[in-house]
């Protein structure tokens, strides 16, 4: 392995574009502000200078159009990675996210398969209220025929896109907001990323802390702060978010017993809520208190930062989450 | 001179032979439905004949057509054998969509017919992509992109409208305007009801066109489609038509006048093209006991085919490449 550079997790994902449109001309980026703007997040900042206005394609603000133009060259043998601001803004385009990019594999018997990536920006805690804030991928776990993606480290960010490329199936990757500006050590020669499994970022006894995108930092300073109290939590960043990675949840389930989710999304139908089920379902009997919740609050995300913070998890709540559940203090 | 005529007069009884094969094929289904070996949405194109016929005569095999829920007649034109489409129409693996999608999902890459799209205004965009994708290659291609009045009051429309004109994409916009969206009059549901006009305020070629007309639907597609191919943009043709039957087999049909059905149905585009041409009837019985024959044959093959097991329902959900062998 090559000398790790120090780098962001907004340039390796605008790396991992880079890479993508160099290794493959029918790769091309298309989204609103991808181009002269340079990415609403700066992620494609330079990309439109390095490969022409024809492959780094500003759109107008038409998320229907574009995301269902994305299909369209994708059936046709392109490789388009459409960029779309935020996920309350991928809602004016769910009907060809659903009723096309999903459906059309199966309602095709099998001809039209849709090689699409989409990747958008998720999730809250820049005050950024109600119509830029929400964490809806668990929504999108929801629909058969997609991939859902959220890279939380530098790693994934740099090496989830090619994978995303190769899959034959539409991928939508989330990208936490909070986590463009995270940096660290990444390899410069690193390369794909499975987007099959989840992994375990820190092993533990104790507990099973599970996490994804924006919560795995938060689960990982928690697991940090109640291992010098002497309780080892293991964090779980399921990586993939459809299909989920029953395996390596049961694994841990079944050496530590408890369970503590941490989920950006609404409680209520939430992802969270699908994994207790399949947990219930498949493990059952190897747990030995009830499975513990961290979600955000059923509320639209305020502006005030102050409501704002008490609205999505936070590193205390995941301390006393884990603390009922083993029994410390709760 | 006479061996052009003779041309010409051959090409029009293939017209003609065309339009015969939908209103022969979708009599038969309407039969079919009522003995409930069809089931699900069935939208009838009975009427509208010309409008399939004459626009798909300017595609190539190498073009595209991205069409509605309303698309029997633009699959058989397109020659995906009326097998597979009736096959598809009795739910079985035999069918053009392996039974998964049924008379409104009639797909068939093969001969670049993408659909058999049921949310309307939801091709639009699909059109648009195809097109990117060969104009990026520097393809001469048309894709030909169906869709009725009704999609006109999409944001959709008018999002792929402006997108492929500013993009110039190679796309040949054929809007079916039979005057209801389901059972809305085109006048309840919009302000301005030139469409054509409309269109052309996105700056492209826009075109009224009498849908009841094969020869000018086949004149003004072809020429429209030419323009197209040679990297002119996209074109619009508003094709003025009108459907016979109601929206659907659930319909009642409580919105139209009796008489404004019976005014359309005088310019039945069949018969227009049979008096036009001097169509003798002995010619006329020859032509529809071969396309008798066409459906007959297609019905027996639907009738034997294969009903997919139940153990394979979940098969084409995710590709067979798909990492970690596919969800859930």
Known sequence: MNEPVKTTYREAMREALREALRRDDRVFLMGEDVGRYGGCFAVSLGLLEEFGPDRIRDTPLSESAFVGAGIGAA????????????????????????????????????????????????????????????????????????????????????????????????????????????????????????????????????????????????????????????????????????????????????????????????RSGSLSAEITARIVEQAFYDLDSPIERVCTAEVPIPYAKHLEDAAIPQVEDVLAAVRRAVGDGG | MTRAKNALAEHRRELLRQMLRIRRFEEKCVELYSAAKIRGFLHLYIGEEAVAVGALQALTPGDKVVSTYREHGHALVRGIPASSIMAEMYGRMNGCSHGRGGSMHLFDTERRFYGGNAIVGGGLPLAIGLALADRMRGEQRVTACFFGDGAVAE????????????????????????????????????????????????????????????????ETASHAAEA??????????????????????????????????????????????????????DEMTVIDKEVAGEISDAIEFAEAGELEPVESLTRFVYSPGSPGGGPP
Request: with cysteine.
């Open chain 2, 155 to 218: 944001g959709e429309f008018h999002e792929c409208l402006n997108l492929a004109a500013l993009w110039e994409l190679p796309v040949l916009f054929c809007c079916e305007n039979n005057l209801y969206a389901m059972g809305t009059a085109l006048a309840i549901e919009h302000k301005q009801t030139d469409l054509a006009m409309r269109a052309s305020t996105y700056e492209m070629p826009a075109w009224p066109v009498d849908g009841m007309d094969v020869l000018a639907v086949e």
């Open chain 1, 75 to 266: 059936i046709a043998g392109m490789r388009p990675i459409v960029e779309i601001m935020t996920v309350n803004f991928s809602l004016l385009a769910l009907d060809q996210i659903l009723n096309n990019a999903a459906t059309l594999l199966h309602m095709s018997g099998g001809q039209i398969g849709v090689p699409l990536v989409i990747r958008m920006t998720t999730g809250a805690g820049r005050q950024l209220a109600a119509q830029h804030s929400h964490s809806l991928e668990g929504w999108y776990a929801h629909i058969p025929g997609l991939r859902i993606v959220a890279p939380a480290t530098l790693d994934d960010a740099r090496g989830m896109l090619w994978a995303a490329l190769e899959d034959p199936d539409p991928v939508l990757i989330f990208e936490h907001g909070g986590l463009y500006n995270t940096s660290g050590e990444l390899a410069t020669d690193a390369g794909t990323a499975d987007i099959a499994r989840a992994a375990v970022r820190r092993p533990g006894s104790h507990v099973s802390v599970i996490a994804y995108g924006g919560t795995l930092g938060k689960a990982l300073m928690a697991a940090e702060e109640l291992s010098s109290d002497g309780i080892e939590a293991e964090v779980i960043d399921l990586r993939t978010l459809r299909p989920l990675d029953d395996e390596t949840i049961m694994d841990s389930v079944r050496r530590t017993h408890r369970v503590v989710l941490v989920d950006e999304g609404w």
């Open chain 2, 228 to 281: 197209v191919r040679e990297g002119g943009g996209p074109h619009f043709l508003e094709l003025r038509t009108y459907r016979f039957r109601a929206h659907s087999m659930y319909d009642p049909d409580r919105y139209r006048d009796r008489a404004e059905i019976e005014e359309w149905k005088r310019r039945d585009p069949i018969d227009a093209l049979v008096r036009r041409e001097k169509i003798s009837s």
